[in-house]
Protein backbone atom coordinates (compact mmCIF):
# COMPACT_ATOMS: atom_id res chain seq x y z
CA UNK A 1 0.00 0.00 0.00
CA UNK A 2 3.41 2.49 0.94
CA UNK A 3 4.53 2.12 -3.09
CA UNK A 4 0.67 2.29 -4.08
CA UNK A 5 0.66 6.01 -2.38
CA UNK A 6 4.07 6.76 -2.81
CA UNK A 7 4.36 6.41 -6.25
CA UNK A 8 2.60 9.25 -7.70
CA UNK A 9 5.37 11.29 -4.89
CA UNK A 10 7.98 9.89 -6.78
CA UNK A 11 7.05 10.35 -10.56
CA UNK A 12 6.70 13.81 -9.35
CA UNK A 13 10.31 14.26 -8.04
CA UNK A 14 11.45 12.81 -11.27
CA UNK A 15 9.63 13.78 -14.11
CA UNK A 16 7.80 17.27 -12.88
CA UNK A 17 9.97 19.17 -10.20
CA UNK A 18 13.10 19.06 -12.27
CA UNK A 19 10.94 21.49 -14.63
CA UNK A 20 10.12 24.05 -12.14
CA UNK A 21 12.42 26.54 -9.67
CA UNK A 22 13.19 25.55 -6.75
CA UNK A 23 10.88 27.42 -4.60
CA UNK A 24 9.68 25.39 -1.99
CA UNK A 25 9.17 27.66 1.35
CA UNK A 26 9.72 24.51 3.39
CA UNK A 27 12.43 21.94 4.51
CA UNK A 28 12.35 19.52 4.11
CA UNK A 29 10.88 19.86 0.72
CA UNK A 30 6.91 19.02 0.62
CA UNK A 31 7.11 16.16 -1.46
CA UNK A 32 10.43 14.88 0.60
CA UNK A 33 8.05 15.39 4.00
CA UNK A 34 5.29 13.49 2.17
CA UNK A 35 7.41 10.44 1.42
CA UNK A 36 8.72 10.59 5.00
CA UNK A 37 5.48 10.67 6.90
CA UNK A 38 4.45 7.96 4.44
CA UNK A 39 7.73 5.93 5.46
CA UNK A 40 7.18 6.60 9.33
CA UNK A 41 3.08 6.85 10.09
CA UNK A 42 1.90 4.64 7.10
CA UNK A 43 -0.49 4.78 4.54
CA UNK A 44 -3.48 6.80 5.98
CA UNK A 45 -1.55 8.77 8.83
CA UNK A 46 1.05 9.58 6.72
CA UNK A 47 -1.18 10.71 3.93
CA UNK A 48 -2.84 13.12 6.42
CA UNK A 49 0.06 14.63 7.75
CA UNK A 50 1.41 15.09 3.23
CA UNK A 51 -2.07 16.69 3.16
CA UNK A 52 -1.99 19.04 5.83
CA UNK A 53 1.59 20.22 4.67
CA UNK A 54 1.13 21.08 1.11
CA UNK A 55 -2.16 22.89 2.42
CA UNK A 56 0.34 25.05 4.08
CA UNK A 57 2.37 25.95 1.20
CA UNK A 58 1.33 29.15 0.26
CA UNK A 59 2.34 32.71 -0.05
CA UNK A 60 0.92 33.87 3.18
CA UNK A 61 3.15 31.34 5.29
CA UNK A 62 6.13 32.06 6.52
CA UNK A 63 7.43 28.61 5.59
CA UNK A 64 10.73 27.57 7.52
CA UNK A 65 11.70 24.37 8.72
CA UNK A 66 8.73 21.33 9.56
CA UNK A 67 10.14 17.82 10.36
CA UNK A 68 7.43 14.98 10.51
CA UNK A 69 6.34 14.48 13.63
CA UNK A 70 7.43 11.86 16.09
CA UNK A 71 5.73 8.57 16.26
CA UNK A 72 3.73 7.00 19.12
CA UNK A 73 6.56 5.01 20.02
CA UNK A 74 9.36 7.85 19.58
CA UNK A 75 7.15 9.65 21.90
CA UNK A 76 7.02 7.60 24.51
CA UNK A 77 10.43 6.38 24.35
CA UNK A 78 11.51 9.98 24.81
CA UNK A 79 9.23 10.19 27.66
CA UNK A 80 10.38 7.03 29.06
CA UNK A 81 14.50 8.19 28.56
CA UNK A 82 13.63 11.72 29.59
CA UNK A 83 12.20 9.86 33.45
CA UNK A 84 15.54 7.55 33.37
CA UNK A 85 17.79 10.60 32.93
CA UNK A 86 15.50 12.68 35.76
CA UNK A 87 15.52 10.02 38.07
CA UNK A 88 19.61 9.17 37.68
CA UNK A 89 20.24 13.18 38.31
CA UNK A 90 17.61 12.28 41.45
CA UNK A 91 19.78 9.71 42.51
CA UNK A 92 23.12 11.66 42.33
Given at each position: ?????????????????????????????????AL?????????????????????????????????????????????????????????
Amino acid sequence: MRRVISAPIHAYRRFISPLKPPTCRFYPTCSAYALEAIDKHGPLRGSWLAVRRICRCHPLHPGGIDYVPPTREEMQQRRASAALDSAAEDSV
